[in-house]
């Protein structure tokens, strides 16, 4: 997940001469758990342990063929020691990619306005979706479409911290994305924009059904749906449905002020350290007062973020959960800032729910399965699990309003 959460991290020196100042950071193109912290670590000694690293490096500098840059040798050492991790949420951003990463914080960005995900089984990066109105959607990029090749750069094997700078860039400028679409290769040239990344989208369906889609979890997304549900009028409406399928997460800060919308006391999540130690998240009281029943679309995108306020709801017993066993993120990353201008993007805690479960690699169950099998047609079948919400809704109203009436 990922967004600010103000909490206490031990952090052991890096022990290469460098300070870094930890930050907990945005990261929902990237369905990161984070928090945003900060903690001071001074540099220390060059120790025997680190003697080959320097020896390495010296040997290049004096004995290797051709010229090598600093900043080239000292990337790779960086993103050799955390690929040596083998864990698929850590990584190690360059001073471009962090500067850029750093940038999308403020929910305005530079770019194609697509969000992504790592498969875990395969490792390629995918499209989870498009965002309304930018150059991605209009050029025509589907989601599940694989990166392949970025300017014809083979990005096959890339991590995301590698894959988003090439992506990204200066609003004007155009990039040539080479994807594989099942078992076809489809070049798409897209135009960068700069274009604000929304939260949330929200109409009112027939039946008096109130609709709001959650994209992720930023900065702006509490205040976002606020406006919606007052805009909706969402209690006095049937029902609610909140749509979290293809949100890959965000902020935790995010994630804790939008499920204290729904809950109105009580624990949200636990952070369990590699140490022993916990922190527990409880609602922040800014309980909105929503007494509707309530219906929470999830999928197998739906990820971090989105799945904590599917669990807190769920163990809380305040909404059901219809669709598809989720992704199944339940740990949390910090991103070190490093005196080079990079980044260091570290796994340091798993998170459970209210009721102690751990979703990770095994998601949250829905309370209704209806899953989205490989031969399933939006067009030709319509949207199922949109449907199915909204007729446990119709039969909840009708139930109420039968009461209602009765002698």
Same mark, same amino acid.
């Given at each position: 997940m990922d967004q600010q959460y103000a909490t206490y991290?031990? =952090?052991?020196? +890096?022990? +290469?001469?460098?300070?870094?100042?930890?930050?907990?950071?945005?990261?929902?193109?990237?369905?990161?758990?984070?928090?945003? !912290?900060?903690?001071?670590?001074?540099?220390?000694? @060059?120790?025997?342990?680190?003697?080959?690293?320097?020896?390495?490096?010296?040997?290049?500098?004096?004995?290797?063929?051709?010229?090598?840059?600093?900043?080239?040798? !000292?990337?790779?050492?960086?993103?050799?020691?955390?690929?040596?991790?083998?864990?698929?949420?850590?990584?190690?951003?360059?001073?471009?990619?962090?500067?850029?990463?750093?940038?999308?914080?403020?929910?305005?960005?530079?770019?194609?306005?697509?969000?992504?995900?790592?498969?875990? @089984?395969?490792?390629?990066?995918?499209?989870?979706?498009?965002?309304?109105?930018?150059?991605?959607?209009?050029?025509?990029?589907?989601?599940?479409?694989?990166?392949?090749?970025?300017?014809?750069?083979?990005?096959?094997?890339?991590?995301?911290?590698?894959?988003?700078?090439?992506?990204?860039?200066?609003?004007?400028?155009?990039?040539?994305?080479?994807?594989?679409?099942?078992?076809? +290769? =489809?070049? !798409?040239?897209?135009?960068?924009?700069?274009?604000? =990344?929304?939260?949330?989208?929200?109409?009112? +369906?027939?039946?008096?059904?109130?609709?709001?889609?959650?994209?992720d979890f930023s900065a702006r997304s509490r205040r976002q749906l606020? @406006?919606?549900?007052?805009?909706?009028? =969402?209690?006095?409406?049937?029902?609610?449905?909140?749509?979290?399928?293809?949100?890959?997460?965000?902020?935790?800060?995010?994630?804790?002020?939008v499920t204290s919308a729904f809950v109105e006391e009580g624990v949200i999540l636990y952070e369990l350290f590699g140490d022993g130690t916990e922190r527990i998240f409880e609602a922040d009281g800014s309980y909105f007062g929503l007494d509707v029943p309530i219906v929470l679309l999830v999928d197998q995108t739906s990820a971090s973020a989105s799945e904590l306020l599917a669990g807190a709801l769920q163990d809380n017993g305040l909404a059901t959960v219809v669709g598809d066993v989720t992704f199944g993120k339940g740990t949390v990353q910090v991103i070190n800032q490093l005196s080079n201008g990079g980044g260091l993007r570290l796994t340091i805690a798993e998170w459970l729910t209210p009721n102690r479960n751990s979703i990770e690699a095994v998601g949250i169950q829905p309370d209704i399965a209806v899953p989205i099998t490989e031969d399933f047609d939006f067009e030709r079948d319509g949207d199922i699990q949109l449907q199915a919400a909204i007729d446990l809704l119709l039969i909840a109203d009708g139930v109420q309003a039968a009461e209602a009436s009765a002698p």
């Open positions: 991290v031990k =952090v052991s020196p +890096l022990q +290469l001469g460098v300070a870094f100042v930890v930050v907990f950071v945005v990261g929902f193109l990237l369905g990161n758990q984070i928090t945003v !912290i900060q903690a001071q670590t001074s540099p220390s000694s @060059e120790t025997s342990l680190l003697a080959p690293v320097r020896q390495a490096y010296d040997i290049i500098q004096r004995d290797y063929i051709a010229e090598v840059d600093d900043d080239v040798l !000292i990337d790779g050492a960086l993103s050799g020691m955390i690929a040596a991790l083998d864990d698929l949420y850590s990584g190690y951003l360059n001073r471009d990619a962090n500067q850029r990463f750093s940038q999308s914080l403020s929910g305005d960005m530079e770019g194609i306005g697509a969000t992504i995900r790592t498969v875990p @089984e395969t490792g390629e990066i995918e499209v989870v979706n498009t965002l309304p109105e930018t150059p991605a959607r209009e050029a025509g990029v589907q989601a599940g479409d694989i990166f392949y090749a970025v300017d014809g750069e083979d990005v096959q094997g890339f991590d995301q911290m590698e894959l988003l700078p090439l992506v990204r860039g200066p609003a004007g400028t155009p990039v040539t994305i080479t994807f594989l679409r099942g078992d076809d +290769l =489809v070049d !798409i040239t897209i135009v960068r924009a700069r274009f604000e =990344v929304p939260s949330v989208d929200y109409e009112l +369906l027939d039946g008096d059904i109130a609709y709001v889609y959650l994209l606020d @406006e919606a549900f007052e805009t909706l009028d =969402v209690n006095n409406r049937a029902g609610l449905v909140l749509d979290l399928r293809g949100n890959p997460g965000g902020l935790l800060s995010s994630a804790v002020e």
